[in-house]
């Protein structure tokens, strides 16, 4: 599909680009008093969707956390529907009706954001159980963070996976945080990869920075597993760049570790890398530059577009209901 | 006409459903063997372990997986042992399961049963005999049934896994043993219909699961001092008949709820509420219901959670004289 | 008098109770740092990381390690964030924390408090936004109370902390950053006392928690129409004050329930429930709550959810017509 | 205490003797209609708890499951009250609030049989929590089966031990089966000590139908962590003899698995433990007579001891209570 290396990761630079970019315009967004609601943004981690949803198909499904956005993007979802749905309009992804932490595109395989830490795990095992059991030879790839390894869905998961034979990629996306508080101090032992093979996944630790680094790591597991392997985990170490929330100040960090962190940017090591490829310096700018008139056109159409009807919120409930009982206390 | 055990009724109708739909598959733990209650009785058999499916002991994720499987586009079958045992399951249930069709905008739909079979059962004390329908009645997106006897169960499961919606299955997990005739075959049974049970227009009783039984006793020896009894099983609790109930308490404009585990904040306070709010002409409302104590092993203890035909005729003698 | 806010009414009256009683802990996510609405802010600052833990995002084992911290005799205060996340932790709190004391014949108490920042809040959709204390007041063995302002949580916090039962705890999170005139020392409240917010003869109104402001501003708007509305805030739902709802429906004749959250099987119904079965010479009964879906995001939608004034003089205008 | 090696091991023997007599006794009480509810026998299992309790001192805990009499019994907890509690009567350790699955002895520190599996495992590290404020030396024993490991309480409660350096000794008590399920095939990997030791919790492999092995790696880890080094695991590798609930006829396990385990039955290891170490066949028969005796004696009592008072039904539910409202509906 891809015709060069270059080109290759010329368009991987693009998907991140956007991400950041992305999360740079909500955080600001929603600090303005434009977005309601919350917004996790996943800046500084962009290798790790980018990197993972560039081997997988488009019937390929990923589940994602409360700091989705960048999985969904990566995946293919819309960029204004995206942006719509974290403005809380018509448009959106969810017609308004999920916001930044439910944000889903399944025409994409996208199956949502979560609201509930590990909330995807047993999400994603049995997405790929139910695609056995229809023939499908698609895959999952399940993102979760490093505080989510202390759950218990972590441990009932990956069991699950390994029992069944499942085709699952376990991504443990590993900024460094588990909201407020470093993963350090609440994760006991040698680590998520440990825990892992200790359920029976198979796996390997990645420069979570490196988009290069994951693609390769990622198809080589994506391909064992289409061909029966069983599930797969890959530990991507990276850092969180902004607080846990957009309005979070984030002070509880290290400013040394938060200037070493910047130091490996993906966005610095990709463009190292495009360079290396023989990319300019220009043609990268103007990579980047487009990604962002992509992002500022979004929300400048997100900005003025409508709000769902309110009828809406009475829609998708459930076939069998009692509307009557059910909307007359609070109509 | 055959005479056979709820639990080889659940089994037939799941074996039927199961040949008529493709997607349509089991998971759980022992289901292999037939399921606790035998409710699963030779289904491995019929179609193998990649639709009737062992679980390790993991309920969060026997639920969470019922649901990825459902977003792909298949139908699982939840078995979820007893009630008791749904509640480490609870966020995947209700944060997810209930949601994720109105959260994310209509994309995808939790088509599961989830199957929970419930209620008072001889010493099995307060970690294995609870009821606990109320709390999903309370949370959007979920259909609740709870029926009280072979043919309803099994109506109401063809309902079930033929629906979109994702149903919590309430089973009475006491009567599984129980005999029946059965006609040869048996049909649908929609949500939200009630059963009239007997007739009458001097009481309404509503009832429904394990409570049944017990009520309609009551309401015979009722009938034997002259006082007519509506008896009413609910079958469905979400949607429930809220015509049925309505048009029996108008007639009657007594009624007494019956339900099996504690009355605060059970199901029937629902019913209670809602009758007060729109009957015309109430004259008065009661409900028996186990007490706000957890279930005691010992038997003679565990009188006080039963609910017994005594106790409802005491409690409909007393509404009577209101 | 000082100026405080709820956050720190909150913290200041945990940390009297803990320097009175040194049994007395925290643990919870993110508690060190003040917890996410500052209602343990200085905690850590003044009793240091053994009696205010910080844990793994584990809301099983944080509930579960409460219980076997009470069981040896110390008195947990466990944090659960938002009551969306008291899910993973049902099952050690209803199958657990709830009988230990029943079901070993007494042997064991846990005394926990645990505290549940709960409610709709602005833009946090369906899986941050729930209520859900009618589940618990389902539940034999616990406590339940739902305060609306900083004066009575800070009150209940000191009940709470000093009772052997296990009290679920919820707080109304939108609040946690209004300021209140406090005065130099608050008492303890007693569980299971409704608090008289307005007086008056016409309509009874029963409200609770975050539903307690629109109710206050709502009996003002009716008293302008001439209409005297009793509103009683109950505070605690498990106790709740029966005699004093009951005296006040005798007298008015009307009850009005406004609660958040879904009133299918919300408390509503058990208060509508209860006060139709006992109360003389009832006239109408109704009840104001969110509708029975999910929390939708859009600002838009999310209104079909809240509870306003004018939905409540609208149910109460209806009422005062039967 | 003990004073010599021989007796040391009779007596621990004589502990396994009076477990297994108790469980073969209710089981058959069951069977006749004297017992209500379930049974689940610990017969085969012995010598894992009596080997932990033997080293335990009375202001330890243990928390412990659905399969627990064994458990209670050697903690040290009364042999009739635990009989009477089995027949529901108002003698019984819970005054026949509890029954089988809930037999507990706070006076002893056994902190409750469970219904819920892994149900002992948050208890058990929040016990060893509480007594590190109390400022105790007292440890935790924490029981639990192989199925147990399986779900999510399992890591979480790890995780929490090692990284709070807790007091615990998590015991799991591998029967081979979960239920009616062979338990190979329910989990994944390479087994519970693996995945104790991914959560950083350090521990070993014992016989579990060796008391004395048992016992030797406990009283070491016992020490290490009264020491303060933090929790340690046991894995011992055991057999149910029995059905999973009493009335289970167990033809699930295959006959040659069920006649390699009564070969290595722990009493007979015990036997010859004792023989070898220089007691007489008869003074073993002796010590085994007199264990039945004394569960035969604890029977007849709990037969005809009285029910609770139906009073009893509504007492230590909860201190603040509306009795009056709890009892109407079902009085
Ligand atoms: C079950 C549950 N507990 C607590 C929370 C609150 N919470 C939201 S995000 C978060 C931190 C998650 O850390 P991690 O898994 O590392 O993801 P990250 O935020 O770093 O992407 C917490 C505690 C939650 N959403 N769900
Ligand atoms: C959470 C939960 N799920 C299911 C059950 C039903 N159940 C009781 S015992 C058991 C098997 C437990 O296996 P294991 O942990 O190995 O203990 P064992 O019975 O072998 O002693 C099951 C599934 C339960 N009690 N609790
Ligand atoms: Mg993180
Ligand atoms: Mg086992």
Known sequence: MMASRGDEFAELHRRMRVIRVFEDTCVAAHKAGEIPGYIHSSAGQEAVPVGVCSVLRRDDRITSTHRGHGHGLAKGADLYGMMAELYGRADGLCGGKGGSMHVADFSVGMLGANGIVAGGIPIAVGAAQGLGLLGSDAVVACFFGDGAVNRGPFLEGLNWAAIYRLPVLFVCEDNTFSAFTHSSTTTAGPGPLARAEACGVPGERVDGNDVAAIRAAAERMVAEMRAGAGPRFLWCKTYRFSGHVSIDPALYRPQADVDAAMLRDPLLVSRQHLLSLGLGEAAIDSIDAQATRAVVMAQTRARSAAPPPFEAAFRDVQDADMPFLSQRMGA | ?322
């Open chain 2, 1 to 322: 006409m055959n005479t056979l055990t709820m639990g080889e009724v659940a089994a037939r109708t799941l074996a039927d459903e199961m040949r008529r739909d493709e997607r349509i598959w089991v998971l759980g733990e022992d289901v292999q063997l037939g399921g606790i209650f035998a409710q699963y009785k030779g289904l491995f058999q019929e179609f193998g372990p990649k639709r009737v499916v062992n679980t390790p002991i993991a309920e969060s994720t026997i639920m969470g997986a019922g649901l990825g499987a459902a977003l792909v586009g298949t139908r699982p079958v939840i078995e979820m042992r007893i009630a008791d045992f749904v509640m480490p399951a609870i966020d995947e249930l209700v944060n997810q399961i209930a949601k994720v069709r109105y959260m994310f905008g209509g994309q995808g739909r939790a088509s599961v049963v989830v199957r929970v079979p419930h209620g008072l059962h001889p010493g099995s004390a307060a970690q294995h005999s609870q009821v606990i329908e109320s709390w999903f009645v309370n949370v959007p997106g979920l259909v609740v049934v709870a029926p009280s006897n072979a043919l309803d169960l099994a109506g109401l499961l063809r309902s079930a896994v033929r629906s979109d919606d994702p149903v919590v299955f309430f089973e009475p997990k006491s009567f599984f043993k129980q005999t029946v005739d059965m006609p040869d075959d048996w049909p649908a049974i929609p949500f939200g219909l009630a059963r009239s049970v007997t007739e009458g227009d001097d009481l309404t009783i509503v009832s429904w699961a394990q409570a049944v039984p017990a009520a309609e006793t009551a309401a015979g020896l009722l009938r034997q001092q002259g006082v007519g009894v509506n008896l009413i099983d609910l079958r469905s609790l979400w949607p429930w008949d809220e015509a049925a109930v309505l048009a029996s308490v108008n007639r009657t404009k007594r009624l007494l709820v019956v339900q099996e585990g504690p009355g605060a904040s059970g199901f029937g306070a629902e019913i209670a509420a809602a009758v007060a709010e729109m009957a015309i002409g109430l004259k008065a409302v009661s409900r028996v219901a186990s007490p706000r104590i957890p279930v005691p092993f010992a038997p003679e203890l565990e009188a006080a959670c039963f609910i017994t035909p005594g106790k409802i005729v005491a409690a409909a003698e007393q509404l009577l004289q209101r």
